[in-house]
């Protein structure tokens, strides 16, 4: 099996675990909350906010990985209140704006990591 790291000083990143995994065709990301890389801190604002940070930064790990938004075949979403749920919808089908649409799972949690309203996590192909 081939494993390469994928790393970018563009998206928030940890020494916990890798930003993304290219393994045998599939790029595997970890778990994406609204940190802002050039401040290593969570943005304020809302879910609206958090979404559109968290997007750019799977963009950006994505980029260094070679790949696109696209390339995206498999999205996680948790959500630490699911009444956000339509808000994340729109703002969703406006990002993941190609067919055939990823699948996916949308589900509220206790918790998120730095007390952030919204984490996703996606699986992506390396080549389409």
């Known amino acids: 099996m081939s ?3 994928i790393k970018t000083a563009k998206a928030s990143t940890s020494q916990l675990y890798s930003q993304a995994i290219k393994a045998n ?3 595997f990301l970890s778990g994406q909350v609204a940190i802002d890389p050039a401040t290593g801190k969570l943005i304020e604002g809302g879910v609206e906010e958090e979404f559109h940070r968290v997007f750019n930064n799977i963009e950006t790990i994505l980029e260094a990985a070679d790949a696109k938004l696209n390339h995206i075949i498999r999205v996680e979403i948790y959500l630490k209140d ?3 749920y339509s808000v ?3 703002l969703y089908l406006e990002r ?3 067919d055939p649409k990823p699948v996916r799972h949308a589900m509220q949690v206790g918790s998120l990591p730095l007390n952030a309203k919204i984490e996703v996590t996606i699986t992506a192909v390396e080549k389409l």
Do not use: E, L, R, S
């Open 3 to 5: 494993k390469q790291v």
């Open 25 to 27: 065709g599939f790029i």
């Open 82 to 84: 699911i009444a956000d």
């Open 88 to 90: 994340v919808n729109k």
């Open 96 to 98: 993941i704006n190609f």
